[in-house]
């Protein structure tokens, strides 16, 4: 499975923007971008996907390179409830296969 | 509301005495899964259902059933639980694009 590389925490400030880093350098062309977070004491959430674009929802938008070889999450205005670790997963699309979840990124808000 | 739900939330037993953790969701999705979380371990999946009546070990089945009877539900078993079985467990099931739904969690403790 090709494999996904974050930095394992980063600090930001309340109601300002997290850009939250991912490498993928071994991403194949069918590989869906997949991020989720996991709040303290919850499952894991979904927050956003994309494949070669650039995306955007409600919670996030996502960022992916033209080499698709990163991707950045960024929430545009942090608040303490999006303290969490931030998963960034490879998703090849159908199959058997779970999801492959590393060690993420534990986000600190400080207010 | 879309929904993924697990029963019982927290469990501690003794070992050897056999359980049940039941997984149901609203969502009609046909694959659903189970996944355990330990410190240092991350998320890592234990069965999996692609249908009803098909099932397939993940990463770490030792010591666990599971049964797809009918498509909402997916009930973790544990025929003899052990302490190296005390875990966070969840439930997943798996949409569109490879998106995954989680549900709370089962803290399970086994004495």
């Known amino acids: 499975d090709a494999k996904t590389t974050q930095p394992n925490s980063m600090e930001s400030n309340e109601e300002e923007p997290v850009h939250l880093p991912c490498n993928h350098s071994t991403i194949s062309g069918t590989d869906y971008i997949h991020w989720y977070r996991q709040l303290p004491s919850q499952g894991p959430e979904y927050v956003i996907h994309g494949l070669t674009s650039n995306v955007n929802n409600r919670m996030a938008s996502l960022a992916i390179a033209e080499d698709r070889k990163s991707s950045t999450l960024i929430l545009h205005r942090a608040t303490l409830r999006d303290a969490a670790v931030y998963y960034c997963?490879?998703?090849?699309?159908?199959?058997?296969?779970?999801?492959?979840f590393g060690k993420g990124t534990h986000l600190i808000i400080q207010p | 509301e879309a929904q993924v739900t697990q029963n019982p939330r927290y469990l501690i037993t003794v070992t050897g005495k056999k359980l049940t953790v039941t997984c149901s969701q609203n969502m009609n999705h046909e694959y659903m899964s189970w996944y355990r979380q330990d410190p240092g371990l991350g998320l890592r999946q234990i069965y999996y259902s692609m249908n009803v009546e098909v099932t397939d070990k993940g990463d770490v089945p030792e010591g666990y059933k599971v049964s797809r009877k009918e498509k909402r539900n997916f009930p973790l078993i544990l025929e003899s639980p052990s302490p190296n079985q005390t875990s966070l467990y969840f439930c997943?099931?798996?949409?569109?694009?490879?998106?995954?739904?989680f549900g709370p969690g089962t803290r399970l403790t086994v004495l």
């Open positions: 997963i490879l998703y090849s699309g159908g199959g058997a296969d779970g999801l492959t």
């Open positions: 997943a099931t798996r949409g569109s694009y490879g998106t995954q739904y």
